[in-house]
């Protein structure tokens, strides 16, 4: 498929990916991000990726002149929107910011879409929409709820946009819910970084075999799994970008808006991670059994049978590769931001 894409947070972890996937799928990119979560020589490893020069609109959703420039600057197709903040526990701690940045963020931006007479667009949302739930795997019909800011701030963004294309026709949405994105992509040139300790368990697990942290705590070994530890669905990055491809294949298809699982449909327990980043990286990982974390739920794994069916979707890297993948990344010295 072609045509001209903005990529909102196209800097970040998954947005990166993303850029790469659409761009050789033969779509053109711009980037629009405000680097307040994103290394600043992602452009350039995109351009050594692709081969091609990325332009990057330095701009913040919150700046609605700011975005009126962008759409100005160029027609867009449709835009892919990650833009937004992630963390869970920082979400408690300053919730109006978080509502802020991925709510008000997402309604200026579908105003500067408006205006400028695009309405296709691809949401970045994630399975934490879920109310949580015994019955696994999660079909996207299941019941919505949220139990932090950050959950609360992606199912507004999912109503806002249902609302509003419920209200002009003229809209067309896919809502993607991701599951445990994990993995780089397979250059080691871009991949997940973050710049604090990370709460989620693969860069975790990554800063304990680079040696930055000393033990990955193991938040509880009685659940009732098989191995006792906490069991996801993990998906490989490229994957979840490819995802995102397909998604916007048919809406420039004309396709009707989606809202679909982007999960493998296989739940891995954090041992069962442990020990396959072990194997990628050559080496024992120390790691002590913890409490649990408040909040968390044994199991949680999607149903893929939606985005298969819908947008022929289906992942195709498995654990392995993601921490493969991932290990490649990481232990680059050159990918370090100390140097
Ligand atoms: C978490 C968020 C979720 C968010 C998702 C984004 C919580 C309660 N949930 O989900 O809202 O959408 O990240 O990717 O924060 N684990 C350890 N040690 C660690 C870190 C994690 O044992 O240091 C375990 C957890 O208990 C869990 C598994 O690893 O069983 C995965 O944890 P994590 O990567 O944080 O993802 P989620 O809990 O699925």
Same mark, same amino acid.
């Given at each position: 498929m072609t045509g001209r894409i903005l990529l909102t947070g196209g800097a970040g972890y998954i947005g990166s990916h993303t850029y790469a996937a659409l761009s050789e799928a033969g779509y053109e990119v711009?980037?629009?991000?405000?680097?307040?979560?994103?290394?600043?020589?992602?452009?350039?490893?995109?351009?050594?990726?692709?081969?091609?020069?990325?332009?990057?609109?330095?701009?913040?959703?919150?700046?609605?002149?700011?975005?009126?420039?962008?759409?100005?600057?160029?027609?867009?197709?449709?835009?892919?929107?990650?833009?937004?903040?992630?963390?869970?526990?920082?979400?408690?701690?300053?919730?109006?910011?978080?509502?802020?940045?991925?709510?008000?963020?997402?309604?200026?931006?579908?105003?500067?879409?408006?205006?400028?007479?695009?309405?296709?667009?691809?949401?970045?949302?994630?399975a934490t929409v879920y109310a949580p739930t015994l019955d696994w795997p999660i079909p996207e019909e299941a019941a919505l709820g949220y139990a932090s800011t950050y959950a609360l701030t992606k199912l507004m963004g999912e109503q806002i946009i249902r609302a509003t294309a419920e209200g002009d026709p003229r809209w067309r949405f896919g809502i993607l819910r991701y599951f445990n994105p994990a993995g780089a992509h397979p250059s080691a040139l871009i991949g997940e970084d973050p710049s604090d300790i990370p709460n989620n368990l693969m860069p975790y697990i990554a800063k304990v075999a680079t040696g930055e942290l000393p033990y990955l705590n193991v938040f509880g070994d009685d659940y009732p799994t098989p191995d006792g530890t906490g069991v996801r669905d993990y998906i490989h990055v490229v994957d979840l970008a490819r995802g995102h491809v397909l998604s916007l294949?048919?809406?420039?298809?004309?396709?009707?808006?989606?809202?679909?699982?982007?999960?493998?449909?296989?739940?891995?327990?954090?041992?069962?991670?442990?020990?396959?980043?072990?194997? !990628?990286?050559? /080496?024992? &990982?120390?790691?002590?059994? +913890?409490? *649990?974390?408040?909040? =968390?739920?044994?199991?949680?794994?999607?149903?893929? !049978?939606?985005? /298969?069916? &819908?947008?022929?979707?289906? +992942?195709? *890297?498995?654990?392995? =590769?993601?921490?493969?993948?991932?290990?490649?990344?990481?232990?680059?010295?050159?990918?370090?931001?100390?140097?």
């Open positions: 711009e980037i629009l991000d405000n680097f307040s979560n994103a290394r600043l020589d992602v452009p350039d490893r995109l351009e050594m990726i692709t081969g091609r020069p990325v332009t990057v609109h330095r701009c913040d959703v919150l700046d609605p002149e700011g975005l009126a420039r962008v759409f100005a600057s160029n027609r867009f197709d449709g835009v892919v929107h990650f833009a937004a903040k992630k963390a869970v526990g920082e979400s408690q701690k300053i919730p109006l910011d978080y509502i802020e940045t991925n709510c008000t963020g997402l309604v200026n931006l579908m105003k500067a879409m408006r205006a400028a007479g695009c309405f296709r667009l691809v949401f970045s949302s994630s294949d048919a809406l420039m298809r004309g396709d009707e808006s989606h809202i679909v699982n982007l999960g493998t449909g296989q739940g891995y327990s954090v041992m069962d991670m442990l020990k396959a980043y072990e194997r !990628a990286c050559g /080496k024992p &990982l120390p790691h002590r059994v +913890a409490p *649990r974390r408040e909040g =968390d739920l044994a199991c949680y794994y999607g149903d893929p !049978a939606k985005a /298969k069916t &819908l947008l022929g979707f289906q +992942a195709e *890297r498995g654990l392995e =590769d993601m921490c493969q993948t991932s290990w490649a990344w990481v232990s680059r010295a050159s990918n370090s931001r100390q140097g």
